[in-house]
Protein backbone atom coordinates (compact mmCIF):
# COMPACT_ATOMS: atom_id res chain seq x y z
CA UNK A 1 0.00 0.00 0.00
CA UNK A 2 2.56 2.86 -1.15
CA UNK A 3 2.16 5.31 -3.38
CA UNK A 4 4.13 8.49 -4.69
CA UNK A 5 1.71 10.75 -2.74
CA UNK A 6 0.37 9.30 0.55
CA UNK A 7 -3.29 9.46 0.90
CA UNK A 8 -5.02 11.41 3.40
CA UNK A 9 -5.93 10.42 6.75
CA UNK A 10 -9.24 9.34 8.02
CA UNK A 11 -10.18 11.23 10.72
CA UNK A 12 -11.30 8.55 13.65
CA UNK A 13 -14.21 9.14 15.89
CA UNK A 14 -12.59 8.18 19.23
CA UNK A 15 -14.04 8.07 23.17
CA UNK A 16 -15.10 10.93 25.37
CA UNK A 17 -12.82 10.07 28.12
CA UNK A 18 -12.63 6.22 29.07
CA UNK A 19 -13.47 3.96 26.14
CA UNK A 20 -12.38 2.31 23.34
CA UNK A 21 -12.38 2.45 19.48
CA UNK A 22 -12.10 -0.05 17.04
CA UNK A 23 -12.89 -1.22 13.62
CA UNK A 24 -15.81 -3.72 12.33
CA UNK A 25 -15.72 -5.50 8.47
CA UNK A 26 -16.15 -8.38 7.33
CA UNK A 27 -17.16 -10.54 4.02
CA UNK A 28 -14.24 -9.86 1.50
CA UNK A 29 -14.08 -13.67 -0.02
CA UNK A 30 -10.57 -13.11 -0.94
CA UNK A 31 -7.52 -15.13 -0.81
CA UNK A 32 -7.47 -16.13 -4.52
CA UNK A 33 -4.21 -13.91 -6.04
CA UNK A 34 -5.11 -11.89 -9.05
CA UNK A 35 -9.41 -12.53 -8.51
CA UNK A 36 -11.40 -9.41 -8.44
CA UNK A 37 -12.03 -9.40 -4.65
CA UNK A 38 -8.46 -9.29 -4.32
CA UNK A 39 -8.65 -6.02 -5.64
CA UNK A 40 -12.29 -4.97 -3.49
CA UNK A 41 -10.58 -6.09 -0.74
CA UNK A 42 -7.77 -3.87 -1.17
CA UNK A 43 -9.75 -0.70 -1.31
CA UNK A 44 -11.70 -1.19 1.65
CA UNK A 45 -8.38 -2.10 3.40
CA UNK A 46 -6.36 0.91 2.19
CA UNK A 47 -9.09 3.13 4.22
CA UNK A 48 -8.62 1.16 7.28
CA UNK A 49 -5.00 2.05 7.06
CA UNK A 50 -5.70 5.74 6.75
CA UNK A 51 -7.69 5.68 9.43
CA UNK A 52 -6.20 8.28 12.28
CA UNK A 53 -5.80 7.19 14.57
CA UNK A 54 -5.69 3.42 14.21
CA UNK A 55 -7.85 0.88 15.83
CA UNK A 56 -7.37 -0.83 19.56
CA UNK A 57 -8.87 -3.94 17.64
CA UNK A 58 -10.78 -5.09 14.70
CA UNK A 59 -13.36 -7.33 14.53
CA UNK A 60 -14.01 -10.09 11.28
CA UNK A 61 -17.30 -11.28 11.26
CA UNK A 62 -16.84 -13.59 8.87
CA UNK A 63 -15.91 -14.86 5.27
CA UNK A 64 -12.46 -14.09 4.93
CA UNK A 65 -11.47 -16.20 2.11
CA UNK A 66 -13.12 -17.32 -0.76
CA UNK A 67 -13.26 -21.01 0.58
CA UNK A 68 -16.20 -23.50 -0.11
CA UNK A 69 -13.86 -25.80 -1.56
CA UNK A 70 -13.37 -29.69 -0.23
CA UNK A 71 -9.31 -29.60 -1.10
CA UNK A 72 -7.68 -28.47 1.88
CA UNK A 73 -4.33 -27.69 0.85
CA UNK A 74 -6.51 -25.02 -1.14
CA UNK A 75 -8.40 -24.02 1.97
CA UNK A 76 -5.01 -23.61 3.54
CA UNK A 77 -3.61 -21.15 0.83
CA UNK A 78 -6.30 -19.07 0.86
CA UNK A 79 -6.15 -18.47 4.50
CA UNK A 80 -1.69 -17.88 4.29
CA UNK A 81 -2.38 -16.05 1.57
CA UNK A 82 -5.54 -13.59 3.01
CA UNK A 83 -3.33 -13.56 6.68
CA UNK A 84 0.32 -13.09 5.09
CA UNK A 85 -0.50 -11.25 2.04
CA UNK A 86 -3.48 -9.09 1.49
CA UNK A 87 -3.01 -8.81 5.41
CA UNK A 88 0.32 -8.14 5.46
CA UNK A 89 -0.15 -4.10 6.01
CA UNK A 90 -1.59 -4.99 9.75
CA UNK A 91 0.78 -5.01 12.36
CA UNK A 92 -1.39 -7.92 14.14
CA UNK A 93 0.68 -7.61 17.59
CA UNK A 94 -0.39 -4.24 17.97
CA UNK A 95 -3.86 -4.14 16.18
CA UNK A 96 -5.02 -7.65 16.93
CA UNK A 97 -8.42 -8.97 15.05
CA UNK A 98 -10.62 -11.44 16.44
CA UNK A 99 -12.30 -13.36 13.83
CA UNK A 100 -15.78 -15.25 13.56
CA UNK A 101 -16.83 -17.83 11.81
CA UNK A 102 -18.44 -17.60 8.08
CA UNK A 103 -20.09 -19.85 5.64
CA UNK A 104 -17.39 -19.70 3.56
CA UNK A 105 -14.86 -20.81 6.05
CA UNK A 106 -16.86 -22.95 8.47
CA UNK A 107 -19.09 -25.00 5.93
CA UNK A 108 -17.69 -28.92 6.46
CA UNK A 109 -15.67 -30.62 9.99
CA UNK A 110 -12.58 -29.99 7.66
CA UNK A 111 -13.02 -26.47 6.86
CA UNK A 112 -13.73 -25.98 10.63
CA UNK A 113 -10.78 -27.98 11.96
CA UNK A 114 -8.84 -25.71 9.04
CA UNK A 115 -10.22 -22.35 10.77
CA UNK A 116 -9.17 -23.24 14.32
CA UNK A 117 -5.78 -24.22 13.32
CA UNK A 118 -4.74 -20.83 10.96
CA UNK A 119 -6.34 -18.73 13.55
CA UNK A 120 -3.99 -20.70 16.54
CA UNK A 121 -4.27 -16.68 18.25
CA UNK A 122 -7.91 -17.25 19.25
CA UNK A 123 -9.11 -17.96 22.67
CA UNK A 124 -9.86 -21.65 23.60
CA UNK A 125 -12.39 -21.06 26.04
CA UNK A 126 -15.55 -21.36 23.71
CA UNK A 127 -18.56 -24.05 24.36
CA UNK A 128 -17.42 -27.74 24.52
CA UNK A 129 -16.59 -29.27 21.26
CA UNK A 130 -16.08 -25.67 19.37
CA UNK A 131 -12.70 -25.08 20.62
CA UNK A 132 -10.85 -22.31 18.75
CA UNK A 133 -14.45 -21.66 16.94
CA UNK A 134 -16.40 -19.79 19.79
CA UNK A 135 -14.95 -18.04 21.87
CA UNK A 136 -14.83 -14.92 24.21
CA UNK A 137 -12.13 -12.14 25.01
CA UNK A 138 -12.53 -9.70 27.97
CA UNK A 139 -10.52 -6.54 27.01
CA UNK A 140 -10.77 -4.42 31.29
CA UNK A 141 -14.80 -3.32 30.76
CA UNK A 142 -15.69 -4.91 27.34
CA UNK A 143 -16.47 -8.27 26.61
CA UNK A 144 -16.66 -9.86 23.57
CA UNK A 145 -18.24 -12.91 22.97
CA UNK A 146 -17.96 -14.82 19.58
CA UNK A 147 -20.81 -17.54 18.39
CA UNK A 148 -20.48 -20.16 15.90
CA UNK A 149 -23.69 -19.89 14.23
CA UNK A 150 -22.52 -22.81 11.48
CA UNK A 151 -21.76 -25.74 14.06
CA UNK A 152 -21.61 -28.83 11.74
CA UNK A 153 -22.26 -30.93 15.14
CA UNK A 154 -25.86 -29.49 15.49
CA UNK A 155 -26.81 -29.07 12.10
CA UNK A 156 -24.68 -27.17 10.11
CA UNK A 157 -25.68 -22.98 8.73
CA UNK A 158 -27.67 -21.07 11.16
CA UNK A 159 -27.61 -22.80 13.93
CA UNK A 160 -25.70 -21.13 17.43
CA UNK A 161 -25.25 -22.44 20.74
CA UNK A 162 -27.08 -20.93 23.32
CA UNK A 163 -26.30 -22.42 26.66
CA UNK A 164 -23.00 -21.39 26.40
CA UNK A 165 -23.46 -17.94 25.45
CA UNK A 166 -26.03 -17.47 28.24
CA UNK A 167 -23.21 -18.86 30.97
CA UNK A 168 -20.67 -16.94 29.82
CA UNK A 169 -22.56 -13.36 29.49
CA UNK A 170 -23.94 -14.30 32.88
CA UNK A 171 -20.29 -14.95 34.28
CA UNK A 172 -18.83 -12.00 32.76
CA UNK A 173 -22.36 -9.66 33.89
CA UNK A 174 -19.53 -6.97 35.48
CA UNK A 175 -18.33 -5.73 32.42
CA UNK A 176 -19.70 -2.92 31.33
CA UNK A 177 -20.64 -3.11 27.85
CA UNK A 178 -21.22 -6.86 26.05
CA UNK A 179 -21.37 -7.16 22.20
CA UNK A 180 -22.44 -10.18 20.62
CA UNK A 181 -20.18 -11.21 17.62
CA UNK A 182 -21.55 -13.96 15.13
CA UNK A 183 -21.67 -14.17 11.50
CA UNK A 184 -25.57 -15.33 10.19
CA UNK A 185 -28.20 -11.92 11.29
CA UNK A 186 -30.76 -13.21 13.66
CA UNK A 187 -33.35 -10.42 11.73
CA UNK A 188 -33.88 -10.71 8.15
CA UNK A 189 -32.10 -7.51 5.80
CA UNK A 190 -33.08 -5.83 2.77
CA UNK A 191 -35.66 -8.36 2.70
CA UNK A 192 -33.28 -11.29 2.66
CA UNK A 193 -34.57 -13.66 4.93
CA UNK A 194 -34.83 -17.85 5.01
CA UNK A 195 -34.27 -19.36 8.30
CA UNK A 196 -30.95 -21.35 8.66
CA UNK A 197 -29.94 -19.99 5.07
CA UNK A 198 -29.77 -16.22 5.51
CA UNK A 199 -30.82 -16.05 9.20
CA UNK A 200 -30.03 -17.91 12.66
CA UNK A 201 -32.90 -20.61 12.46
CA UNK A 202 -35.78 -20.33 14.19
CA UNK A 203 -35.35 -23.75 16.46
CA UNK A 204 -32.59 -20.86 18.01
CA UNK A 205 -33.21 -17.30 17.20
CA UNK A 206 -36.03 -16.91 19.49
CA UNK A 207 -33.77 -18.05 22.45
CA UNK A 208 -30.70 -16.30 21.10
CA UNK A 209 -32.11 -13.11 20.93
CA UNK A 210 -34.03 -13.59 24.75
CA UNK A 211 -30.25 -14.10 26.30
CA UNK A 212 -28.76 -11.30 24.62
CA UNK A 213 -31.92 -8.59 25.83
CA UNK A 214 -31.83 -10.21 29.48
CA UNK A 215 -28.16 -10.25 29.64
CA UNK A 216 -27.80 -6.63 28.95
CA UNK A 217 -25.94 -6.78 25.58
CA UNK A 218 -25.54 -3.82 23.60
CA UNK A 219 -25.33 -5.11 20.48
CA UNK A 220 -25.09 -7.91 18.17
CA UNK A 221 -22.71 -7.73 15.08
CA UNK A 222 -22.35 -9.55 11.92
CA UNK A 223 -22.20 -9.99 8.31
CA UNK A 224 -23.46 -12.59 5.76
CA UNK A 225 -25.97 -10.63 3.97
CA UNK A 226 -23.70 -8.02 1.10
CA UNK A 227 -25.07 -4.89 3.00
CA UNK A 228 -24.40 -2.46 5.27
CA UNK A 229 -27.73 -2.47 7.94
CA UNK A 230 -28.77 -1.27 11.77
CA UNK A 231 -31.72 -2.36 13.35
CA UNK A 232 -33.09 -2.45 17.20
CA UNK A 233 -34.87 -5.04 18.79
CA UNK A 234 -35.87 -5.04 22.53
CA UNK A 235 -33.37 -1.91 23.30
CA UNK A 236 -30.54 -4.19 21.33
CA UNK A 237 -28.98 -3.33 18.17
CA UNK A 238 -28.13 -5.61 15.17
CA UNK A 239 -25.27 -4.09 13.38
CA UNK A 240 -24.57 -6.23 10.12
CA UNK A 241 -21.68 -4.95 7.52
CA UNK A 242 -20.55 -7.67 4.88
CA UNK A 243 -18.69 -5.10 2.35
CA UNK A 244 -15.29 -5.73 3.35
CA UNK A 245 -15.13 -6.80 -1.01
CA UNK A 246 -17.08 -9.09 -2.12
CA UNK A 247 -17.95 -7.30 -5.17
CA UNK A 248 -21.52 -8.30 -5.53
CA UNK A 249 -24.13 -5.75 -3.73
CA UNK A 250 -27.89 -6.15 -2.34
CA UNK A 251 -29.04 -4.37 -4.00
CA UNK A 252 -26.52 -2.33 -5.82
CA UNK A 253 -27.55 0.84 -6.33
CA UNK A 254 -27.46 0.92 -2.48
CA UNK A 255 -25.04 -1.10 -1.28
CA UNK A 256 -21.98 -0.14 -1.12
CA UNK A 257 -18.06 -1.50 0.16
CA UNK A 258 -17.31 -0.04 3.60
CA UNK A 259 -15.53 -0.64 6.68
CA UNK A 260 -17.25 0.78 10.14
CA UNK A 261 -15.21 2.66 12.22
CA UNK A 262 -16.83 3.28 15.96
CA UNK A 263 -16.38 4.43 19.52
CA UNK A 264 -17.51 2.99 22.69
CA UNK A 265 -17.73 5.52 26.06
CA UNK A 266 -19.86 6.16 28.79
CA UNK A 267 -22.57 8.00 26.20
CA UNK A 268 -22.44 5.05 24.33
CA UNK A 269 -21.52 3.96 20.77
CA UNK A 270 -20.56 6.17 17.61
CA UNK A 271 -19.74 4.66 14.09
CA UNK A 272 -19.45 6.14 10.96
CA UNK A 273 -19.55 3.85 8.15
CA UNK A 274 -16.91 4.20 5.40
CA UNK A 275 -16.98 3.28 2.06
CA UNK A 276 -14.19 2.51 -0.21
CA UNK A 277 -13.16 5.66 -1.12
CA UNK A 278 -13.03 6.98 2.06
CA UNK A 279 -16.36 8.92 2.32
CA UNK A 280 -18.26 8.41 5.51
CA UNK A 281 -21.93 7.19 4.30
CA UNK A 282 -23.78 6.73 7.32
CA UNK A 283 -23.63 7.92 11.23
CA UNK A 284 -25.16 6.69 14.26
CA UNK A 285 -25.22 7.57 17.99
CA UNK A 286 -26.66 5.39 20.26
CA UNK A 287 -28.56 5.06 22.34
CA UNK A 288 -31.41 7.64 21.70
CA UNK A 289 -31.82 10.06 23.92
CA UNK A 290 -35.35 11.95 23.48
CA UNK A 291 -36.70 14.63 25.79
CA UNK A 292 -39.64 13.42 27.31
CA UNK A 293 -42.58 12.54 25.91
CA UNK A 294 -45.25 14.59 27.83
CA UNK A 295 -42.61 18.18 26.26
CA UNK A 296 -43.55 17.23 22.72
CA UNK A 297 -45.84 19.67 20.96
CA UNK A 298 -49.31 18.24 20.08
CA UNK A 299 -51.03 18.67 16.64
CA UNK A 300 -54.47 19.48 16.61
CA UNK A 301 -56.45 17.14 14.24
CA UNK A 302 -56.30 18.30 10.13
CA UNK A 303 -53.67 19.66 8.49
CA UNK A 304 -50.73 21.75 9.09
CA UNK A 305 -47.96 22.68 7.68
CA UNK A 306 -44.31 21.63 8.58
CA UNK A 307 -40.37 21.93 8.28
CA UNK A 308 -39.26 18.37 8.40
CA UNK A 309 -36.84 18.62 5.71
CA UNK A 310 -33.18 16.61 5.79
CA UNK A 311 -34.00 12.80 6.57
CA UNK A 312 -32.28 11.85 3.43
CA UNK A 313 -29.11 12.95 4.77
CA UNK A 314 -27.94 10.18 6.65
CA UNK A 315 -24.27 11.17 6.70
CA UNK A 316 -24.94 13.89 8.27
CA UNK A 317 -23.23 14.25 11.52
CA UNK A 318 -26.75 15.12 13.29
CA UNK A 319 -29.24 12.52 11.33
CA UNK A 320 -32.61 14.10 11.54
CA UNK A 321 -35.39 12.77 14.30
CA UNK A 322 -39.01 13.17 14.06
CA UNK A 323 -40.89 11.46 16.75
CA UNK A 324 -44.31 10.90 17.40
CA UNK A 325 -46.60 9.90 20.30
CA UNK A 326 -49.55 8.65 19.45
CA UNK A 327 -52.36 8.11 21.62
CA UNK A 328 -56.20 7.22 21.89
CA UNK A 329 -58.68 4.53 21.97
CA UNK A 330 -59.16 2.28 18.94
CA UNK A 331 -62.76 1.64 16.70
CA UNK A 332 -64.83 -1.40 17.11
CA UNK A 333 -64.33 -0.90 13.06
CA UNK A 334 -61.80 -3.55 12.14
CA UNK A 335 -59.95 -4.15 8.44
CA UNK A 336 -60.33 -0.73 7.02
CA UNK A 337 -56.68 1.42 6.98
CA UNK A 338 -57.42 4.32 9.33
CA UNK A 339 -54.74 7.42 9.40
CA UNK A 340 -53.03 8.61 12.08
CA UNK A 341 -50.65 11.16 10.40
CA UNK A 342 -50.45 11.63 6.36
CA UNK A 343 -47.76 13.89 4.75
CA UNK A 344 -48.27 14.58 1.31
CA UNK A 345 -48.29 17.60 -1.61
CA UNK A 346 -51.59 19.31 -2.01
CA UNK A 347 -50.95 20.60 -5.04
CA UNK A 348 -50.61 16.87 -6.64
CA UNK A 349 -51.87 14.66 -4.24
CA UNK A 350 -48.48 12.58 -4.03
CA UNK A 351 -48.57 10.72 -0.40
CA UNK A 352 -44.83 9.83 0.09
CA UNK A 353 -45.38 9.07 4.35
CA UNK A 354 -48.09 7.42 5.58
CA UNK A 355 -48.80 6.10 9.45
CA UNK A 356 -52.11 4.24 10.74
CA UNK A 357 -53.38 1.10 11.72
CA UNK A 358 -54.54 -1.67 9.07
CA UNK A 359 -56.35 -4.70 9.35
CA UNK A 360 -58.76 -6.30 11.65
CA UNK A 361 -55.99 -6.33 14.51
CA UNK A 362 -55.59 -2.20 14.18
CA UNK A 363 -52.06 -3.15 13.28
CA UNK A 364 -49.82 0.13 13.31
CA UNK A 365 -48.02 0.53 9.85
CA UNK A 366 -46.46 3.06 7.82
CA UNK A 367 -46.32 3.14 4.34
CA UNK A 368 -43.59 4.80 2.29
CA UNK A 369 -43.76 5.27 -1.44
CA UNK A 370 -40.92 8.23 -2.43
CA UNK A 371 -42.07 7.86 -6.32
CA UNK A 372 -45.67 7.63 -7.24
CA UNK A 373 -44.57 5.26 -10.11
CA UNK A 374 -43.64 2.88 -7.67
CA UNK A 375 -45.22 0.64 -5.11
CA UNK A 376 -45.23 1.87 -1.58
CA UNK A 377 -42.70 -0.44 1.12
CA UNK A 378 -44.36 -1.54 3.99
CA UNK A 379 -43.42 -0.97 7.91
CA UNK A 380 -45.50 -2.81 10.68
CA UNK A 381 -45.71 -2.81 14.40
CA UNK A 382 -47.96 -3.61 17.63
CA UNK A 383 -51.28 -5.04 17.06
CA UNK A 384 -53.47 -2.76 18.77
CA UNK A 385 -56.83 -4.50 18.42
CA UNK A 386 -60.52 -3.21 18.59
CA UNK A 387 -61.28 -1.10 21.18
CA UNK A 388 -58.44 -0.46 23.19
CA UNK A 389 -56.81 2.45 24.83
CA UNK A 390 -53.37 3.31 23.40
CA UNK A 391 -50.36 5.26 24.17
CA UNK A 392 -47.23 4.29 21.86
CA UNK A 393 -44.31 6.04 20.66
CA UNK A 394 -42.86 6.08 16.44
CA UNK A 395 -39.83 7.26 15.75
CA UNK A 396 -38.15 8.05 12.17
CA UNK A 397 -34.73 8.25 12.45
CA UNK A 398 -32.27 9.66 9.50
CA UNK A 399 -29.39 7.94 10.37
CA UNK A 400 -30.34 4.29 10.66
CA UNK A 401 -32.09 3.44 7.22
CA UNK A 402 -34.92 0.68 6.73
CA UNK A 403 -34.30 -0.20 10.72
CA UNK A 404 -34.86 3.68 11.77
CA UNK A 405 -38.62 3.14 11.75
CA UNK A 406 -39.02 2.35 15.61
CA UNK A 407 -41.61 2.13 18.50
CA UNK A 408 -41.78 1.76 22.11
CA UNK A 409 -45.06 1.50 24.50
CA UNK A 410 -43.29 5.00 26.78
CA UNK A 411 -40.55 6.90 27.82
CA UNK A 412 -39.06 4.25 29.54
CA UNK A 413 -39.31 1.21 27.53
CA UNK A 414 -36.81 -0.17 24.52
CA UNK A 415 -36.80 0.46 21.14
CA UNK A 416 -37.98 -1.64 18.21
CA UNK A 417 -37.77 -1.72 15.09
CA UNK A 418 -40.61 -1.81 12.74
CA UNK A 419 -41.01 -5.52 11.09
CA UNK A 420 -40.07 -4.20 7.34
CA UNK A 421 -38.48 -6.11 3.88
CA UNK A 422 -36.92 -3.00 2.44
CA UNK A 423 -33.77 -1.95 1.30
CA UNK A 424 -34.50 1.54 2.18
CA UNK A 425 -35.82 3.71 5.03
CA UNK A 426 -36.71 7.51 5.17
CA UNK A 427 -34.12 8.93 3.58
CA UNK A 428 -35.85 8.26 0.50
CA UNK A 429 -38.52 10.93 0.99
CA UNK A 430 -38.52 14.05 -0.09
CA UNK A 431 -41.22 15.26 2.28
CA UNK A 432 -43.97 17.69 1.14
CA UNK A 433 -44.22 19.84 4.12
CA UNK A 434 -47.80 19.18 4.47
CA UNK A 435 -49.03 16.67 7.59
CA UNK A 436 -52.58 15.80 7.59
CA UNK A 437 -53.81 14.63 11.52
CA UNK A 438 -56.58 11.67 12.12
CA UNK A 439 -57.20 11.68 7.54
CA UNK A 440 -55.71 11.57 4.18
CA UNK A 441 -55.67 14.13 2.16
CA UNK A 442 -59.32 14.56 2.03
CA UNK A 443 -61.02 14.48 5.32
CA UNK A 444 -63.23 11.30 4.21
CA UNK A 445 -59.81 9.53 3.57
CA UNK A 446 -59.19 6.63 5.78
CA UNK A 447 -59.86 8.50 8.68
CA UNK A 448 -59.38 7.39 12.26
CA UNK A 449 -62.78 5.88 12.94
CA UNK A 450 -61.55 5.48 16.97
CA UNK A 451 -61.56 8.38 19.47
CA UNK A 452 -59.44 10.37 21.90
CA UNK A 453 -56.71 10.65 18.81
CA UNK A 454 -53.89 12.84 20.55
CA UNK A 455 -50.67 13.00 18.61
CA UNK A 456 -47.44 14.82 19.58
CA UNK A 457 -44.24 15.47 17.64
CA UNK A 458 -40.62 16.22 18.10
CA UNK A 459 -38.45 17.38 15.41
CA UNK A 460 -34.31 17.15 16.00
CA UNK A 461 -31.82 17.82 13.79
CA UNK A 462 -34.35 19.66 10.99
Request: charge should be negative; glycine fraction near 10%.
Amino acid sequence: MTSDHAPEPITALVPSGDGRQFVLYGDSCSGVAGALHEQTFARVNSVVSRLEPQPEFIIYPGDEVMGLTRDEAELRRQWDYWLNTEMAWLDRESIPIYHSTGNHTTYSVMSERVFADVLDHLPRNGAPGQEGLSYFIRRGDLLLVFVHTLSQAMGGEGHVETEWLDETLAANGDARWKFVIGHHPAFPVNGYEGPYQRTIGDDHAAAFWDILKRRGVFAYLCSHILVFDVQVHDGVLQILTAGAGTAARMPEDIEYLHCVQAALDENGLRYQVIDDSGNVRERLDWPLRLPPSDTWRPLDEGQSQTRLKGLQDAASKTPAICAFRISGRTSRRTGYPQTFVSAFDAKTGAEPFWLGVTGKSQRVTAIIQPSRTNSPHMWFGPELGPARDFDIQIVFHGGMGPGGLLWREDDDAPWSSLEHRSPWGMEKIDWPGVWSIGHGPAPDDRAFAGSGLLVRHLLLGT
